[in-house]
């Protein structure tokens, strides 16, 4: 794991400084991008609410193979809608969606879990890649450290808004599929 030289002496409203000179190397020497995608997991959010322990858990976790995402488990799109990752939430969100759709009829309506559980295997690869993507393009951009830290800073983060549509979106369909079989159900009844 790494480890942020001067994590324990911000206050709760600074962000952390994750240019390349504050990353300390410990028994897992960080790679030259670690503050880099320090930035990029953080985001632009609010600085009190950056947790360098749990910043570095998941560069951890970005970097082995396999990793778990107990989030995907149970938030699938949602949870990857959260973190800016909106091509393959779309892509989960619509594998969840086809399972329910195969297995309901069928009485396997859980199977929907199926594509999430295959998902919490694949978040911190496909996070690490949209990461390396974004930090690719940055640099094509410029050379300026701190530019780039501000580029991935707005690539990357959080988006509360977006974690909400996709929990109406979510919600919704599911609602709307759940009542159409039912009515089915009762018409063949």
């Not at 909106?86 to 399972?99: Q, S, T």
Request: hydrophobic content about 45%; overall charge neutral.
């Amino acid at each position: 794991m790494l480890i942020l030289r001067e994590a324990k002496h911000k206050m709760p409203d600074q962000k952390l400084d994750v240019s390349p000179s504050t990353m300390l190397p410990n028994t897992n020497a960080p790679s030259e991008n670690d503050a880099f995608l320090c930035a990029f997991i953080e985001g632009t959010g609010n600085a009190s609410v950056v947790h360098p322990e749990k910043t570095a858990n998941m560069i951890l976790k970005m970097s082995q193979s396999p990793s778990f995402s107990i989030f995907t488990l149970f938030f699938g799109p949602i949870y990857w809608a959260y973190r800016k990752c909106y091509a393959p939430a779309a892509l989960l969100f619509c594998a969840c969606i086809g399972a329910f759709i195969i297995g309901a009829p069928l009485g396997f309506g859980s199977i929907c879990q199926a594509p999430m559980l295959v998902a919490s295997f694949m978040f911190y690869p496909i996070y690490h890649k949209q990461a390396t993507d974004a930090l690719a393009q940055a640099r094509m951009q410029t050379s300026n450290e701190s530019e780039i830290c501000a580029t991935m800073r707005q690539c990357g983060g959080t988006s509360n808004l977006a974690a909400l549509i996709a929990t109406v979106i979510y919600l919704t369909c599911f609602t709307f599929l759940v009542a159409v079989m039912t009515a089915a159900i009762i018409n063949h009844a």
